[in-house]
């Protein structure tokens, strides 16, 4: 089981970027998919958040309005849209997975069992 995130960068404030997790293994298809970020000095901090069907999704209160999480089954793929990119969204972005047949959504890092290597995001002001 392997989780591979990808599409970080250096912008500048106010543009955007759009992550992609891609999850592999065989039979692997977790239900709930999840985006975590942590800043340098900073403890890892919940993001967003999806289910299987696209039809829930929770965000930190930071990025609302902002960010949209999104995924394709098809590819085993959920993405992060990151739009008006603020210098306070600067970290390495993970991505996250819970264990295969849970549906509910967590906000706590303590709740995913996969992860991904980070991909650094760095937005200069």
């Known amino acids: 089981v392997q989780l591979q995130a990808s599409g970080g960068g250096l912008v500048q404030a106010g543009e955007s970027l759009r992550l992609s997790c891609a999850a592999s293994?065989?039979?692997?298809?977790?239900?709930?998919m999840g985006w975590f970020r942590q800043a340098p000095g900073k403890e890892r901090e919940f993001v967003a958040a999806i289910n299987w069907s696209g039809g829930t999704t929770r965000y930190a209160d930071s990025v609302k309005g902002r960010f949209t999480i999104s995924r394709d089954n098809t590819k085993n793929t959920a993405y992060l849209q990151m739009n008006s990119l603020k210098a306070e969204d600067t970290a390495v972005y993970y991505c996250?997975?819970?264990?295969?047949?849970?549906?509910?959504?967590?906000?706590?890092?303590?709740?995913?069992?996969?992860w991904g290597k980070g991909t650094l995001v760095t937005v200069s002001s």
């Open positions: 996250a997975a819970r264990s295969t047949g849970i549906t509910v959504i967590a906000i706590a890092p303590s709740g995913y069992r996969y």
């Open positions: 293994g065989r039979t692997f298809s977790p239900n709930i």
